[in-house]
């Protein structure tokens, strides 16, 4: 069964950071909706109701571009281990930039990985658990490390020139705020 909290307690943020993966979904008010898993150690809990993650340069940008649109976001973490849960955060989003201030304020959370593009931020609302009983269990093996090593190839300068052709707009076409 479900249960709603108001924010996130100790335990479920000591559960947050045993998971090596997790989800996030958007949407704008038209369009398709967005769902990418996650990994690379780059969830941070901020507080009981604030969290964010570092956002690497992927093949899309939908999550900052329907955070632009609707600001509505959601992560689900999965315990893939014998104890079953499933946790959501609902929330509104927000994007620092990498560089600007607020990303600079916020970079040293988070592991230094290249390819970084921006900080994806949640304002939690609602905080919901289920069971879990139908996930199946699985076990961890390692994390891929072939999207560090494609942006260390392209390099700061392949990184930007890729973003910019690639990660302006949605495949929707919807801005995502990522401007030269």
């Not at 009983?133 to 994390?143: H, K, R, S």
């Amino acid at each position: 069964m479900a249960d709603f909290f108001d924010q996130l307690s100790d335990e479920l943020i000591a559960f947050i950071k045993a998971q090596p993966m997790f989800f996030v979904a958007t949407a704008a008010p038209t369009g398709r909706i967005n769902l990418s898993p996650k990994g690379m150690d780059t969830f941070r809990v901020l507080s009981p109701t604030q969290c964010a993650y570092l956002d690497l340069t992927g093949s899309g940008n939908e999550t900052a571009a329907h955070i632009k649109a609707d600001g509505r976001v959601t992560f689900m973490f999965n315990s893939f281990s014998q104890k079953p849960l499933i946790l959501r955060l609902y929330g509104r989003g927000a994007v620092a930039r990498f560089g600007s201030e607020k990303f600079k304020a916020h970079a040293d959370r988070f592991p230094q990985i290249p390819g970084a593009r921006q900080i994806i931020f949640i304002d939690v609302e609602s905080v919901q658990t289920s069971c879990g009983f139908a996930v199946p269990q699985m076990t961890f093996a390692e994390e891929r490390q072939i999207l560090k090593q494609w942006a260390q190839g392209k390099g700061p300068d392949g990184i930007a020139e890729y973003q910019q052709a690639r990660n302006r707009t949605s495949i929707d076409g919807f801005d995502t705020g990522l401007n030269p």
